[in-house]
């Protein structure tokens, strides 16, 4: 192999593992966010309740977060590889569980409340696994790649990430409007399988090192580190937080169908607008990575996220909408960068997997709790007030966080 330098931008991508990790990515990616937004259209569908969205959400990080910390516990200790693909078969089967329950001589034999519960039971038991999941697919990245290339194999692996995100969503809309729900789904269950095949072409098996510690003082230890080292707890904060009171994904069924009045096939671009946003971002970081400045770079893309959030909340027009979802990519693609950059720097190898489960609980598990939280706020408030509120919240806590941390100014991850 040619030698590879931090200079290259192609650098990751000359590592065969690393290729076929990024190409799980996208799929695994794109496949979960096909199989939201056509269960989230048609529960909209089915009950034009906001809630109804947000208890998605709700349903998924409940067990994520039980799960999540024991999971990068094993994480640290056991083939990577293997938990994921466990992982994966259990995401298959809540995914054909879900193609049974819509079927009509089952559907049919359900009252909405019971229907409903089916859903939710799916969508924990995906947390449940994702809990597994996640730390292990964070913990085993930093093992593909050397270490002086880190920065370019993150924007590589959040490019193809959101390429997913992207895809995912686009073709959500497409497919439940032409293929029908229920097929789409069977689609789910396929691509999912394809992820699994992908996941075993991976050849690297990290060496396993035995925790000698008692698990509960295992697991404290990674809290420890995170809330220690300042700049991953202010990077994990910044992402919690912006996700969090910013996020309007789970509202955008009610924009596509009440607001905007665009339908399923706008549902599909109007979730896909912020992906393309940040895909672009990223494979221009790819040549011009935003690690020279680093921290002053994360806190003005937070803060541009809250503020595109205000503009799409008051936006009635479909391409300014996009426009503004686009935008809150773009700034989210500078803040994923730069934080995991961070989390694979800091962290000893020996700690990657509760380090990653910290970061899910955080970061991760703030998708779902957003969704939660814009169900609720949305039944209460209405739908754009709580995205107002949302966005002005996120460029409350950048306010403040900026006010804590200017020594991390001069930090450079490249």
């Given amino acids: 192999m040619k030698a590879v330098t931090p200079q290259d931008p192609y650098a990751a991508l000359r590592y065969s593992d690393f290729r076929f990790y990024i190409s799980n990515t996208f799929l695994f990616s794109a496949t979960i966010l096909i199989q939201e937004v056509i269960v989230a259209y048609e529960l909209y569908k089915m009950t034009h ?49 879900l193609y049974t329950v819509f079927q009509p001589g089952i559907y049919n034999s359900l009252t909405q409340g019971q229907h409903l519960a089916a859903v939710y039971s799916v969508f924990g038991l995906i ?31 959040s490019s193809f990430w959101q390429a997913g995100s992207i895809t995912g969503p686009a073709f959500a809309g497409f497919l439940y409007a032409y293929a029908g729900f229920t097929n789409t789904l069977l689609i789910v269950v396929a691509n999912f399988i394809l992820c699994w095949f992908l996941l075993g072409m991976i050849k690297t098996r990290p060496e396993i090192v035995k925790i ?19 700049i991953v707890l202010y990077a994990i904060s910044l992402d919690l937080f912006s996700v969090l009171f910013g996020g309007v994904i789970a509202l955008l069924p009610i ?12 549902l599909g671009l109007l979730r896909a607008a912020p992906s393309i946003g940040s895909l672009l971002t990223m ?31 008051l936006s009635t027009n479909f391409l300014l909408s996009c426009a503004a979802l686009f935008a809150t990519g773009v700034c989210d693609s500078v803040s994923v960068i730069v934080r995991q950059t961070i989390l694979q ?48 919240l996120t460029i409350g806590v950048v306010s403040w966080i900026y006010l804590r941390s200017k020594d991390l100014f001069s930090v450079r991850l490249s």
């Fill in 49 to 97: 309740d906001p809630l109804a969205l947000g208890l998605i959400g709700l349903a998924e990080v409940i067990p994520f977060i039980i799960t999540s910390l024991f999971g990068g516990y094993v994480a640290d200790q056991k083939n990577k590889i293997s938990i994921m693909h466990i992982s994966i078969v259990v995401i298959i089967l809540g995914s054909i569980i």
């Fill in 127 to 157: 947390g449940f696994a994702k809990g597994f999941y996640s730390p292990a697919s964070s913990s085993l990245k930093p093992y593909l790649v050397p270490r002086a290339i880190y920065a370019n194999s993150s924007t590589w692996s």
């Fill in 212 to 230: 000698t510690t008692p698990i509960i003082e295992s697991l404290k230890e990674g809290f420890r580190f995170v809330f220690k080292t300042r």
């Fill in 255 to 266: 924009y596509a169908e009440d607001i905007l009045k665009v339908g399923p096939e706008g």
């Fill in 283 to 313: 494979l221009a970081m790819a040549f011009f990575p935003p690690t020279h400045n680093a921290w002053r770079n994360m806190l003005i893309a937070v803060a541009g996220f809250g503020a595109f959030t205000i503009l799409f909340a």
């Fill in 345 to 392: 720097i800091y962290p000893p190898d020996e700690m990657r997997g509760r380090i990653a489960a910290v970061n899910g609980i955080f970061v991760s598990s703030s998708n779902e709790l957003g969704a939660f939280e814009s169900g609720v706020l949305a039944k209460a408030f209405g739908t754009v007030p709580s995205v107002i509120m949302g966005g002005v």
